[in-house]
């Protein structure tokens, strides 16, 4: 099996170390995933300030909210990545989170009760985030970093931060598989050893442990791989990566994001086969998410196909990526 037998774009991190020594989100704190580390503020903010309810956007992962359900009254609020919204109307006692879509910032609601919290997972080093007046921001990490888990939040308000529990041995084990499969993965990327099934098994069983996991802290391991990686330069390279492939893709509709190139599709059949084409090609895009309610969310959720661009992309790659996704694209999808 030679290295081009072996190329892939997308899909789940490698393990990856870096050379760097620091600690970034200083004063944040870190937790087993970006949804612990909401779960966990939610908790405190019930427990503490009476908080009663939360208002979430339509346009949200399905398992976070139900995640999040389990904790505090969920209420929701119509909001999507093409920026449309409609007000929510919390009281004095409810809380309202806005999401940073593709890593722009968030279209901030009139009404946002006692805080505003602020997802930023698609984008956590964003230069915007100090200045759109949230109490707390939360990211999950394992998205925009080769960790097996891990989620930050902090205060810009410099508001009090519930303290992570011990992580669970359930959530742990989960690391120790999604783990592995990193590991594995960089094998058989790098020399070919190996066999690709094993580890998307391990990735998938690991992924499964961390659902519906109770708040608790980040492993030891990605505490320490974070403080090593260069993640101001990796951002930048994702950055410059985009603008290459968006380049490479002029004439069709791409949404703007600093997270990766956000394809939009005239219809979510033109979308399904661009993806499965790609899929075939060993290029992994991502649907972000499955959406219920309202309908135009639902229908705009199938109809977006989004690209990773990240550290691990060079000029080869986006070349492959960009000249796939041309190929596989019917005239229709152009603007």
């Known amino acids: 099996m030679t290295a081009d037998d072996r190329w892939e774009s997308g899909s789940a991190f490698h393990l990856v170390l870096g050379s760097e020594h620091k600690r970034p989100f200083d004063g944040g704190r870190f937790f087993g995933s970006g949804r612990q580390a909401l779960m966990a503020l939610l908790v405190h903010g019930r427990n503490t300030f009476g908080w009663t309810a939360v208002h979430l956007p339509t346009y949200y992962c399905s398992d976070v909210v139900d995640d999040v359900a389990s904790v505090l009254d969920v209420k929701r609020y119509a909001a999507s990545p093409e920026g449309d919204r409609e007000e929510p109307a919390p009281s004095n006692t409810e809380v309202v989170v806005a999401v940073s879509y593709f890593g722009q910032p968030p279209i901030v609601p009139r009404s946002t009760g006692q805080v505003l919290i602020v997802d930023a997972t698609h984008d956590p080093l964003a230069p915007w985030l100090s200045t759109v007046g949230a109490d707390f921001v939360f990211a999950s990490l394992r998205k925009t970093l080769p960790l097996p888990d891990g989620g930050v939040l902090w205060s810009p308000a410099r508001r009090a931060l519930p303290a992570p529990a011990q992580a669970t041995e359930r959530h742990l084990a989960g690391v120790g598989q999604v783990l592995a499969a990193m590991n594995l993965k960089a094998a058989y990327l790098e020399h070919g050893t190996g066999d690709k099934q094993t580890y998307l098994d ?134």
């Open 202 to 335: 391990l990735f998938a069983a690991g992924e499964e442990r961390f659902r519906h996991g109770v708040p608790g802290g980040m492993s030891a391991y990605s505490s320490a791989a974070l403080q090593t990686f260069p993640i101001e330069h990796w951002r930048a390279q994702r950055i410059a990566n985009i603008a290459t492939l968006t380049a490479s893709l002029s004439g069709l509709d791409i949404l703007p994001s600093t997270f990766g190139v956000v394809l939009r599709f005239q219809s979510a059949e033109v979308r399904d086969l661009v993806r499965s084409g790609l899929i075939a090609r060993r290029i992994y895009p991502a649907a972000l998410w499955d959406v219920a309610e309202p309908q135009r969310h639902r229908e705009l959720a199938q109809r977006l196909l989004f690209l990773h661009t990240d550290f691990r992309s060079d000029p080869t790659d986006l070349r492959l990526v960009a000249q796939a996704v041309r190929e596989l694209s019917s005239p229709e999808v152009s603007c």
